[in-house]
Structure formats: structure tokens, C-alpha cells
């Protein structure tokens, strides 16, 4: 037999697959083994992509396989890993190392941690030694004292003791401790236990409803199956649904995965599938270990655990059998991957439910166009228990006194007194904007991207928030030695302190990326859960899908600031913003409202997101998206080139614009200088087409010539498939 090898290293030239022979000692190698293949001169570690009884090359210049790795995946997810290298312009390996265990990495890096380590113990007479110390250094007799709670692994003795492994070894060579070879324990990663608690419940009439269709898809023959969305108003109970319909799925012995935006912002919908689900639920997601993380794979891989939740990656769960795949609050951003692959964890969802034969159900408050577009709709109208959506009153930032207008002023005044709860959102950072100098008008800027520097006061430090560079306040100008410096546009951190004021003696929890830097997020949303009453304030973190019951207001300052971006997208992200902060209001019984401060209140994203009416904003987004094209009526990609030095990556995007523009069917817009950014100049192409795939093939031809053309040597590409 042969095997059909694709090398997972980060070359991007190297392509395979090289073909392998499978010798006796290969029996159980197919689709989806992981081997350590001899390659030249060097052994690297390979996918099988597919096995065939013959190869093209001759039998003397074929090769056996040195080993194969214990962790393999299912065949399906091969072609999926395939399938995500080719529709986002990246390569085998790195589409394929999307699905294998975690740790595998691409190629050099070691593979897989062994889930054994070294145990240690004391020994009666280290226990002894512990209380007449005797020719032992400070760390070695700390690790004797830490020894003595019970068995520790070795690493953790390290850690608490600053002992090392050979200080341990010295001991153990004393008789003072023992070490011992063991496997781990399958450690279960904790989530953060925040939100309402839920148990099994009746489900409402819409609920039932809605559950009615979504178990006819798990029952329809694979033909029929359509993709579903769920599109249910804030507190419509989609949660509820998700759960049952996991129950469904393993009562048809199937297994399901629930993806999830950023596990660490809202730990809530994955906890309760926890709950809901116990033993058979295993979780993915970037903060875990990276044991902690190999440990949940394996559960899966070999069906230990039947549901996974997990933030997008989740989406490549080794799971057979899969019978639901759930998507979350599907308008969620963070579903597309920043770095090459540039996937789309919602459109990969849907290639391997479909792939697969499982049932695809997104749901969410604003569902965006294309999903609207393309999914069977289901809807819950209502809040569970018929509570009213909050009013929402959106007035003009110009009539603000500092950062509140006076209704907001009011309201937040009210909360205090009453002693009630509200979350207040301000999408930007720090303290002041930028920084300028009073006297000769210089601006603080970023040496390496061309944006101003943000003061954040507590730190002590100006930062650029695209690249990290951090320098500390300046007390003085540099170019005129003037100490009058103003600060300019107020971001959490000062709206935090004036709220202090105002509510005080209320607390006021800051939630965003700095405050969360020090704690995590969990504890800060703890916090304003465990409090009586108080203030969240902070970025678009707050908005994400908290249900705590007792928040009675909600504040948007600033709300049109995303509609000043150059995007096609600025309005869905607007509308869906504040329809989502609207949403964390008057989710018990004493109602809420919500106050939205804008500089054009009557924008249309606005006015339909105070009607809480996604139908309304949908269709107007809809027409305009069809009159110029932009999806789902027609696919963009993005390619952006870049270089140290100005010029050639401006010669760049021209070469590769000169590729396309005769291509049928397809505008491409550009190139476009983008602002400088971690110290390269950048410049974009935007290529807009009907048809996809053609797209996609003509777009990484025309890439891959000018890269490998030396003239164009100084500059990088990237290329982004449905760029967000
Ligand atoms: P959504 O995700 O739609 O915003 P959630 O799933 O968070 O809403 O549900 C909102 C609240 O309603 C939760 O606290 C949940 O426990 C509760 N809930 C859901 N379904 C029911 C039901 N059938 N009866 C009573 N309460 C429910
Ligand atoms: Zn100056
Ligand atoms: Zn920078």
C-alpha cells in the first residue's frame, strides 16, 4: 500500500503529498495518520491525505514511514483542513494542522507532549528532615516543606519551591523524597461561573416551536437539511434551545459542537452546557494549558466526551458521528481568524456540517445580511416570560456636558439612588485619545505606525494600541521644551474615574483589555455580578452576551464612532453593537431602558437599533449590499502588500492588480495606501466578484507570481478570503 504524505512545514514552496510505502509494520495507517516520514535528509512529520494501491514512482525509490504518531483524526476532517487551505489562500500544511492535536505544530517543533510526568513524594525520613533540617540549601528544604501537604509533581515544586529538577534529584539520591514516572491526571479545566444559573426548564410556546424544526433537521434525510437561524431578541432564551437540541443530537447518538465567541468574555453559554451536559462535554479554547487542551482533544477523539464547546477553533473538534454543529451569537466577530489561515469559523461550520451530514443552527439577536440571506429563519420574538425590550432613547453627543449628556447624567444619578445596576460602553481605551503640545501643536505618535499614542494614566504610559509600543508620559515636549501638554478625547479609563464620582459610593468595574490584562475577565464580571448594585463600564467587552438580571440601564457614548470607519461593514457592526448593549437591559423584573449618545442620532443603524428592529435594518442593508455587490451578493478579497521601506509595496499591489483587472466578472479596487503599521508601509487591493471560487484561484495565481518574481523581493502578501 501507499500513503499519500503531505509534510506539514511552514515552507510554503513545498507542497505535496510524496508518496510513502506502507510496510507490515503499518497496518493500522489511513487517512488522517500522522507520521514522522524521511524527507532528504531531514524527518518531518506528515498527514495522510489519502492511501492508493500504486504510485507513479518507481518501487526502489519509494520510502517507508519512520513512525506514526498515537493522535490521528477522523478522515473527514482531513478534507476539511484541505478544503480551509484552498477556499482561504493558504497552504496544506497549514490547513491541516488546523484539526490535528494540539501541539502537533507544522513540522520542527516536537509533537505532542507525553501525559506523563514526575511525581514526587516525601519519604519518612524527608518528612523527619523537614524538622531537623540538616546540609540542605534554603529551596531544597522549601520543597521538602512543600512536600509535606502531600505529592506534588515535579513542576509544581519548581514553581512554589524554586527548586529544580536537579535539586530534587539530589534529594531523592538522599532518601529524602522518592520520584516516580506517572501519568497525569486528565485535568478539566475550570470555567468562570458568571451569569444566571439556569436548570432544566418549560420551554415557552416560541422555544418549543423553534425546537420542533431544529429536531425535523436532525430527522430530515441529508438532502432536505438546511442550515437554520435561530434569530431570537436578547433574552428570548436561545441558550435553551441550543441545550435541547444538544440533548436531541446525543439521544440520536450523535455528538455536537457548540461554538462560542471568546470563551474568557462570556464564559456563561459554554458553562451552562457544562451544567447542562456534565462528563460528556469536553472544552477547547485558547486559555487552557497546553496538556489541558491535548487532554480534552483525546477525550474526544476517542469519544469520551460527545459535545464540544469551544470559541472558533472548536469548529475542527475530532468528533465522529457529528450530528449538530451550534454557532452562538453568529454576528460575533471573533469568528474569523486573524492570521493565515484567515478562515471563517461560521463558513467552515457549514462546509463540514454539510460534509458531514450534520445540522448547522447559528443563532443571535442581529443576525448579519448574509446569514439572513442564505439560512432558514426561525424566530423567538419575545423575552422569556414576556418581559418588555428596554426603551431606548438615543440622543446627541453634542449636548453633552464632558463625556454624559445631561439624560445620561440623570439616569446614572437615578441608578445611584435607587441603588441599581448599569453597563456603560465607550469602544476606546485608555485615558486620553492623543497627546499634543500646547505651544508648537506636536502630536505623540507611534515610531512605527503611523497613529497617535494613547495615555493611560495608572500605567504611567503613552502605547500604541496597534503595535504595543509603550513609552512612559512625557513631562516636557521634546521639539520645544513646553510642559503645557494637552490630552484629548476621553477613553474607559477617565470615564471610569468620572463615573466614580457620579455614582459614588456605588463601585464602578472597568472591563477592558488593560483591566482585564492584571485579573482576567472572569473575576472583573464576578465582581459586578456579586455587587448589590454598581457600574460596569468599559469597551465593546461589555456588550457580549451577559444575562444578568438586575442591570435596569444601559449607555452607549460615542455610538456612531464605528459608523466614521471606511467599511461596508461599519453599519451592521454599529447597529449590532448597540442592539447588543440594549440587550443587557431590563432582564428581570424592575425593566431597564438604555441611553445611546451619538453625533448623528438619526443615522439609520441607530434608529432601527432603538426599535430593537433587525427585519428593518436587515432589509435596507440588504438592498444597498445588492445594489453594489458586497455580500452575499458578491465575495470580496483582500490583499494586502507590504514592505519595510515606501515603495515596493505600492509596485507590488500594482503587479498584482495588473493580474486581475482583465478578469471577467471582477472589480478590483486599489491599491490604496493603508497607514503604516508595526513599521511597514502597507497597500491594499479589494477584488469584488460574482463568482467565488474562480476568484479565489485567479487571486492566489496572481499572488504567487508576483512573490516569487524577484523584482517584487522587498514586499509580503497577505491574502483575505471574506475579509471582516
Ligand atoms: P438569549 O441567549 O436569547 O439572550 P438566554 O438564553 O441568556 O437568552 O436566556 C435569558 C434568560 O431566560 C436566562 O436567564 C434563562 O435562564 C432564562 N430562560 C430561558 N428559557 C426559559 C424558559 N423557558 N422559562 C424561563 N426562563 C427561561
Ligand atoms: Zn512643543
Ligand atoms: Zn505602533
Redesign the pocket.
Known sequence: MIARVEPLTTARALRGPFDYRLGEAHTGVGVGSVLVVPFGRRRVLGVVTSVASESDLAPERLVEPLSALEADVPAPLVSLGLWVAEEYCSTPARGLALVLAPGTGTGSGKPLRARRSLLATLTPAGHEATEHPRRLGARQLAALRALAGGPMRAAAVVRTAGCDHAGLRRLEERGLVWLEDTAEPSRRPKLAEVG?R?GA????AA?RDALAEVTAGLDAPAHEREPLLLH?V???????VYLRAVEETLARGRSAIVLVPEIALTPQTAGRVVERFGDRVAVLHSALTARERYDEWGRLRRGDALVCVGPRSAVFAPLEKLGLIVVDEEHDPSYKQEGDPRYDARRVAERRAAQEGALLLAGT?TPRPEAWHSMRRLS?PER??GRALPAVEVVSSLEATGALHPRTRDALEEVRRREEKAIVLLNRRGWSNFLSCRTCARAWGCPECDVTLVLHRSAGRVSCHHCGHAESVPGACPDCGSVSIARHGAGTEQLGDELEDLVHPLPVVRLDTDSAAATGVGPLLERFEREPAGVLVGTQMVAK?H?F?DVTLGVVLDADATLRFPDFRAEERTFALVCQLA?RSG?GPRGGKVIVQALEPGARALRHAALHDSEGFTAGELERRRALRYPPFGNLIRVVCSAAEPGPEQAAAEAVRERLVAMPGATVLGPAPLFRRQGRERSQLVVKATERAPTIEAVRHAVDEVASDRTYGQANFAVDVDPQ
Open positions: 444566571a439556569q426548564r418549560r420551554l415557552t422555544q431570537g436578547t433574552g428570548s432564551g436561545k441558550t435553551e439577536a423567538l422569556v416570560d452576551g444575562d438580571p440587550g432582564r
